[in-house]
């Protein structure tokens, strides 16, 4: 049977795409194919918001069948953070016919080459694309997300993580070329030459392991960066996050089967409560990649004893933010403001630590004591989140108990200096909606130590008085090289104090955001140029994206003749 | 005090070097700055024969001091292979000194830059390329390659495996540009703009643990690959060949000092008799990266338990090489003896099976039976070897008594088609050199299966019959699975077979030699073009040198600021 997508058709269609995502990774300007307006929506086959939410209502309490081998059973539970129990189920699979399925595809998928591969994922980021407004309602009844920023984060910045992860995977395949001839000299004699043929190799199947805040964003790269390189891909969504990873499951299946491959090349490993399939499929001899995003727990797990695969993991990290001074004193509040309110601090990169000397800060409006400088950081957030309607979209709602469990729990680690106040919600009245709560800490003392060294995920952070700057960048460092970090904010107008944090952010690879007053986070990073993570301090193995992302997801194999 | 070398006249001198070995990895056509031939040194500052074997003697019975901090005492006890005794000391280190005294021009090394740094290591291999003579019979003294060999493998072909790394390591450290200017669009308002500063940042010291047979071609990668990528290096040595790579610790350690940079960033690690040090460096915090050649036990144990390290190995396999047919009988017979008697097949790379239908093979000089092909293996190998001259030139001597042991061992798993020869080496009478040795076996055989699924690292091979070459395909399969294989290679004129082999390199990941029947053989692979390992089967978790050896040996942090 012809394949309707032919190769041709796909490369036309997507090779201009490519093309411009390995300029984008090569300049690191700005860039992106996908729209962040929900509003750019609606035309050329895409779903508009309307249409987005009425497909989305669709797939409420219905069977998501992937048509997969080995399915022995229907399972699924997800209640959204919002209160809606979305009653869809997913195949449950029997590994042991599942896992051989795919790799029955493999051998055509290596054949096509890197440049098909990458078109075909291109095409199915684009399908993914169109029903951006589906997935954003996936994503926010899944993660808890507002709205507004499920569409953007779990929509078009994702599938920018995708795509570029595609373009890593592919530039990295092509930089040994097909073919060679090979001609050594031998004196007088005959040179010695031959025909050299050069094949990227998958590795097997590769497993990504989702999690529950970002389903798509963290698990896009994992995902594409294997399938690019020739591997079958197994997603193992969180159990409260699987419709997104399931949706996603299901395009890549249907467009590898228009295009002539084994849909099974792509499939979805749903599971029973409490079942901890990831521990099982991760000791599978079949799985040779394992890309996760989670507690770092069970990061340090995978690491230690999945040793048949490459092991890439995002873990948990202490993110600091060091304030010594500033020229923007109001810019520097609003800016950390949002940064602490934004999806309630439950991500991995919102600032943790406010490291801020107790003798005050110089800033632009005179000197500010620590406890004015905590006050002013208190006030900007509750200005930000004065509207309810406004905190609703910006703080979105609790993702699981266990947040709310800490964020309660933080007032009796410390003087509170911003407490955490609870916001209706009229449109979704189970969502568990809380303000951020700010706590003040003594870094000199050890009983605080003890909080403000250990990463408390969700809307809580410390406020911790320090004996200096410099104090506050050794604390840094120490904090850095013990916790990890996925980000460093810090704000100082004095060059010699600039100099000592980025030299501690390079020495234990850290990435850091220096003097952010307006519209750009600490906590926010655009895919093509900025690194998602380092890959070397304790709060992950591998940053999104670089070559170190997908060099090892495949090998290859030279087979040399003489001419 | 200023540097005796400035950056500037270094990139002038190598750039060119450099940016031809970017295009020869890139085209991975025959390309080498470094001559094979002996008679190519002499002018311009290398030693011509005379003087490196001069100054190889003047060595004899010396210390070599390298001026390293927390030297304890001095030891060494190197017997050659050919009956010599080295009598030179190297600095025993107290790693509590060393470690950190290693740390301190790290900062600089990193501040240096992608291109100083890469030009810095070409100067260092430049200066040991211009004394090879001299490092030839270091490596013949202490591997027991013959001299021509030790000259080649350990001189130019080292040195290119070493510029290899370093052009690596350039080119992926500056797939990021060192800053980038980013603007994102806001609709009416005023775009989003940062500005970004992007650092390769090593890792931390790297540790090279090196191997008996091939201490520099093996070494090199790994020390270049770390140093270039800006870590520091410390080289621990196999106790019986550690004169080579401290020659080479000295002279990378004199370039760098008059580079201006800590001489530091390298140091050796020799050991005492017995110490096992590779073991404690191993699990030191400080050693972030080991790269290491040798037994697949230790490899395994350092792949599982210096968990804070990337560690790259190069470990044993059991390689095969199919007969099917062929198109030039003798052609093929006699590349394969050379491939067996090449340094009395102590390569990881020396083909041990050789899989043999029992009922013969097509050639161009008719059908020939299994016990034909395998006599005239016997026979290729005795005629290559009929001279003892001829003999000691290629065989070199037997490395270390466990590979005498294993040769005599042999005789006994069997029947012996072709018997070893004790062979006299005039200059050197306590030589232990010795002719191959082939066993025949049958691949259908419990018992004999144990001897042919071993690694039996030495002149041993095993002529294996098996019922067709459909089942030598499937034993080739399982054998690269379960064991390993550093090369295949195969002898078909058959369309169908040869897809067949080649199907399984491709889906098991192991390096392929198509029909060699003139002057390259299967155990040699040529930097620039040819990929040593595939670091996809057992026998190597790495592949010398490709994209992954490099890429995780830095990490690059961003550091962004508003415009």
Sequence with gaps: MAAELTAHELIAKHRPTLDQALEAIRTR????????????????????????????????????????????????????????????????????????????????????????????????????????????????????????????????HAQDRGLEAVAYAYVEQVRTPDTAEWSKPQGKRDPLALTKQFTPVPRGIGLVIGCNTFP????????????????????????????????TVQVAREVLDEAGFDPNLVALAAE??????????????????????GSTEFGDWLEANARQAQVY???????????????????MLSNLAFSLSLYSGQMCTTPQNFLIPRDGIRTDEGPRTFDEVVAGLARAVDGLLGD??????????????????????????????????????????DAVVRTP???????????????????????????????????????LRRTIREKGAMTVGAYTTDEEVERSVQEVCLEEAAQLSLNLTGGVYVNQTAAFSDF????????????????AFVANRFRVVEVRREV
């Design 313 to 331: 993991t995002e873990k948990a990290g202490v993110n600091t933010v060091l304030v010594d001074s500033t020229s923007d004193y109001k810019g």
């Design 388 to 429: 309810d309607a406004r905190a609703n979209a910006l703080l979105g709602a609790i993702v699981n108990p266990d947040v709310k469990a800490r964020l309660e729990a933080a007032t009796g680690l410390g003087e509170v200096a911003l407490a955490s106040r609870e916001i209706s919600n009229p449109e979704f009245p």
């Design 532 to 547: 998602h993570g380092s890959g070397g301090n304790p709060a992950a193995n591998a940053a999104l994206c670089d070559g």
């Design 437 to 475: 709560v700010i706590v003040k800490l003594d870094g000199a003392k050890p009983d605080d130590e003890a909080a403000y060294m250990s990463e408390c995920f969700g809307p809580v952070s410390f406020a911790v008085a320090v004996d200096s700057s410099a104090d506050a960048v050794e604390l």
């Design 216 to 247: 798509t964003w963290n698990g896009y790269p994992g995902l594409f960066a294997s399938l690019a390189t020739g591997n079958a891909v197994l997603v193992k969504p969180h159990p409260r996050a699987v419709l997104p990873l399931a949706l």
């Design 29 to 156: 300007a700005y860039w992106s194919p996908h729209p962040e307006h929900p509003k750019a929506y609606g035309e050329n086959g895409s779903l508009d918001a309307a249409a987005g939410k009425a497909a989305f209502d669709a797939l409420l309490g219905t069977r998501v069948d992937l048509g997969q081998p080995g399915t022995d059973d229907w399972v699924g539970g997800e209640v959204s953070p919002y209160g809606i129990e979305l009653g869809v189920t997913y195949p449950h699979a029997d590994i042991d016919t599942l896992l051989p399925a795919m790799r029955a595809g493999q051998r055509a998928w290596r054949e096509a080459g890197a440049e098909i591969r990458a078109v075909v994922c291109v095409e199915i980021l684009k399908r993914i694309s169109d029903r951006t407004h589906e997935f954003a309602h996936a994503v926010m009844h899944t993660s808890g997300q507002a709205f507004m920023m499920a569409f953007q984060a779990g929509g078009p």
């Design 272 to 293: 029973r409560p409490g079942e901890g399939i990831a521990k099982t499929l991760a000791g599978r001899p079949e799985i040779r990649i394992i890309d996760y995003t």
